[in-house]
């Protein structure tokens, strides 16, 4: 389109098409489509890609990146998965999880499921987990928050859903840095993280949680909640 006509290029966006890219697979190390109306995604194996942007898209259930070997970095977050034609692809179940790549290092999920989580994510090596919702949506997890890998997790983020505690295996992490399980339901009481290391923790608006202890956090440098020790 001519650089003067607008008009002509917001027409051109707001219309449905097919975008089809050619180029080689192999040589593809990351790839960033985020906010395109994406419905669908490639059926091609993207074997030595390491980074995939696909969030706030309209996909209805997450793709297979399974045979992925060598994506480490994998965000979702924004596409409403609860409208899957397969009731267990709805939630980040079994079936979801057997989806993801197995070398997966940064997992951003927010917005995108509903339900109670009970796929296994311990078994990859998560460094940085992001499952943040927003109050009052309907794609918001439940009950447990996940238990991750504890040597490898530093940041963990489940903010704005409707998790009512945390694993007790993720108290004892030991490199834990950001934690932010703020706007949740929390209900546990004398929450204690082992992890020395600890930067950043919010755990604000959570009304039935008390208490939290932060006894020798030295590297702390920001804090949102109600605390108790020195």
């Given at each position: 389109f001519p650089s003067h006509d607008s008009q002509a290029l917001k027409l051109f966006y707001k219309q449905y098409?097919?975008?089809?890219?050619?180029f080689p697979p192999n040589k593809i190390k990351t790839l960033s489509i985020p906010g395109t109306g994406l419905r669908t995604f490639t059926n091609i194996v993207l074997a030595n890609t390491e980074t995939i942007?696909?969030?706030?898209?309209?996909?209805?259930?997450?793709?297979?990146?399974?045979?992925?070997?060598?994506?480490?970095?994998?965000n979702i977050s924004r596409n409403n998965f609860t409208r899957s034609a397969c009731t267990a692809l709805r939630t980040l179940s079994a079936d979801v999880v057997a989806r993801l790549p197995s070398a997966?290092?940064?997992?951003?999920?927010?917005?995108?499921?509903?339900?109670?989580?009970?796929?296994?994510?311990?078994?990859?090596?998560?460094?940085s987990l992001n499952l943040s919702s927003e109050s009052g949506s309907d794609r918001r997890f439940g009950?447990?928050?996940?238990?991750?890998?504890?040597?490898?997790?530093?940041?963990?983020?489940?903010?704005?859903?409707?998790?009512?505690?945390?694993?007790?295996s993720l108290l004892t992490a030991p490199n834990l840095k950001f934690i932010t399980i703020s706007g949740n339901s929390l209900n546990q009481d004398n929450i204690a993280f082992d992890s020395a290391v600890i930067e950043s923790f919010d755990i604000s608006s959570n009304p039935s949680v008390n208490l939290v202890k932060?006894?020798?956090?030295e590297k702390l440098k920001s804090y949102a909640g109600i605390v108790t020790g020195k």
């Open positions: 098409r097919i975008l089809e890219i050619y942007n696909i969030s706030n898209n309209d996909l209805f259930e997450l793709p297979n990146f399974s045979a992925f070997t060598n994506l480490t970095n994998l997966l290092s940064v997992f951003t999920a927010g917005h995108t499921f509903g339900g109670t989580i009970t796929g296994d994510l311990s078994t990859f090596p998560i460094s009950g447990t928050s996940p238990a991750v890998n504890t040597t490898t997790i530093q940041s963990y983020n489940i903010a704005g859903n409707g998790f009512t505690a945390i694993p007790t932060l006894n020798g956090k």
